[in-house]
């Protein structure tokens, strides 16, 4: 209905959904190591790119059909290297 605006909206609704997703998928392992969801997000956020970057590689793996049945526990277990990465490095 707004020119321009519903140009932009498919962008950044990737990015809410991949900022979503990383949230949502590494919930299980920093869970483990005793992280609550404002240390979450402040580990997170030190590398966001890569974080939203994930979470739109998941986005996208979601949006395939019978993909998408796989793609949850995959995205779990990618989450668990990322966060190992990550907790190594900090």
Request: proline fraction near 7%.
């Amino acid at each position: 209905l707004i020119p321009g605006v519903n140009v932009l909206m498919p962008i950044l609704w990737m990015a809410f959904n991949g900022w979503f997703l990383i949230l949502e998928y590494s919930s299980y392992p920093l869970e483990r190591y005793g992280y609550d969801f404002a240390q979450q997000r402040r580990l997170l956020g030190k590398a966001r790119l890569a974080a939203s970057g994930f979470g739109a590689l998941v986005a996208l793996g979601l949006a395939v059909p019978f993909l998408n049945i796989l793609m949850p526990p995959a995205a779990v277990a990618g989450a668990v290297v990322y966060i190992a990465g990550a907790c190594k490095e900090s």
